[in-house]
């Protein structure tokens, strides 16, 4: 396995790094002393409205020479990160981006350090610090859960990632702007800006040590309201589809009922109208709700026309093949459109509802890594 290291001095003036925290103890102390040993200079604190008996921990950190920023209430790591993004873009212009971290100790130090290295040789790229899942003190939540995302990011995105959920990032300057865009103040932002970075730079994935100590019990991480936000995009696409679908059966069943019997000709004419009617649901759902689109209503009107055309002919033509095979259309019918609902997907996301200014990286991991 190849592993990335910086050969030059250790005193690193071109990468700031940004450590969000809520309710702190004595590791983000100890981290910060680690960094600035290792020559790291510019150290930004977000202090995301811990109470006052973490003051002390925020207050050592800044003698070693650490910048904190306060948040006056609680909103989010999301938020957290946007802070502090918004800050080092104007504190330090000169960087070449940034690297967050956490601060429960689940990120060594060293670690920090090659992904700083990593983001210095590939400023043009996003840098994760992917973990592996696979010890015995691994919590069976934080395994289930990154399967889970990954498999969905892969399916969504095109691209494997295998640690999702990584707090270790390097990134670069030409993303500031769409991470201070990014929407979710919570856990949720993290995923929001990976599926958004893909789709601008390319991704490096530098293996890292993975740390859970104590089971990972200093994580703020609240498994049902937070896993919700971080699934909030893929829930109301399929919540979206699922009413469309409802709509499409229904309008299907209804025509099959009242149409003439020519069995062939029926089928097309009320696949034809059901779907009309069910897509104009399902893009205004998409458009507003799921993607949450700025795309114009004409450029994402038409290219979801073009799809729809496509998945229409492709839905009829299916299901008159497959009603030689089953008894009746509606299983057919529901057969058919639930493998095209994952195609759709895929191509509303990067084709219909992608901003206009996105430029397509290419996509690979780190070279002769294991993952």
């Not at 977000?46 to 008996?53: C, K, P, R, T």
């Not at 973990?131 to 934080?142: Q, W």
């Not at 919700?228 to 589809?241: C, M, Q």
Request: proline share 4%.
């Amino acid at each position: 396995m190849n592993s990335v290291t910086y050969t030059g001095s250790r005193s690193f003036v071109h990468s700031t790094i940004l450590i969000p925290a809520y309710q702190p103890g004595e590791p983000l102390v100890h981290l910060v002393e680690e960094l600035t040993k290792l020559g790291m200079q510019h150290i930004l604190i977000v202090d995301d409205g811990s109470d006052e008996s973490t003051h002390p921990y925020f207050l050592r950190a800044e003698r070693l020479g650490a910048r904190i920023l306060h948040h006056d209430k609680n909103a989010g790591k999301g938020a957290a990160l946007r802070t502090g993004i918004r800050a080092a873009k104007n504190l330090y212009p000169s960087d070449l981006g940034i690297v967050t971290a956490d601060a429960d100790g689940q990120h060594l130090p060293e670690d920090i350090h090659r992904v700083m290295a990593a983001l210095e040789q590939h400023s043009d790229h996003l840098i994760l610090g992917v973990r592996r899942f696979t010890g015995e003190d691994v919590p069976r939540r934080s395994r289930f859960g990154n399967r889970i995302t990954s498999a969905f990011f892969r399916l969504s995105t095109g691209v494997k990632v295998t640690d999702t959920q990584t707090g270790l990032r390097g990134i670069p300057r030409s993303l500031y702007d769409l991470a201070l865009s990014t929407e979710g103040d919570r856990y949720e932002y993290e995923m929001h800006l990976l599926e958004d970075a893909v789709k601008e730079v390319p991704i490096f994935q530098l293996p890292i040590t993975t740390v859970y100590e104590d089971g990972n019990k200093c994580s703020h991480f609240r498994p049902i309201r937070d896993s919700l936000r971080v699934y909030r995009r893929p829930i109301r696409f399929v919540t979206g589809s699922l009413l469309s679908s409802g709509l499409d059966l229904l309008l299907f069943w209804i025509l099959m009922q009242v149409l003439p019997p020519d069995y062939a000709l029926t089928i097309t004419i009320a696949t034809v109208i059901a779907r009309a009617g069910s897509g104009v649901m399902n893009f205004t759902l998409n458009q507003f709700w799921c993607f949450k689109s700025k795309e114009k209503l004409t450029r994402s009107g038409r290219r979801y026309f073009i799809l729809f055309i496509l998945q229409m002919g492709l839905s009829a033509g299916l299901v008159s093949l497959m009603t030689t095979m089953l008894t009746t259309a509606l299983p057919a019918k529901l057969l058919v459109d639930t493998g095209l609902s994952v195609f759709s997907y895929y191509i509303q996301k990067h084709w219909v509802f992608r901003r206009k200014d996105v430029q397509h990286g290419k996509y690979h991991q780190a070279a002769g890594a294991a993952l």
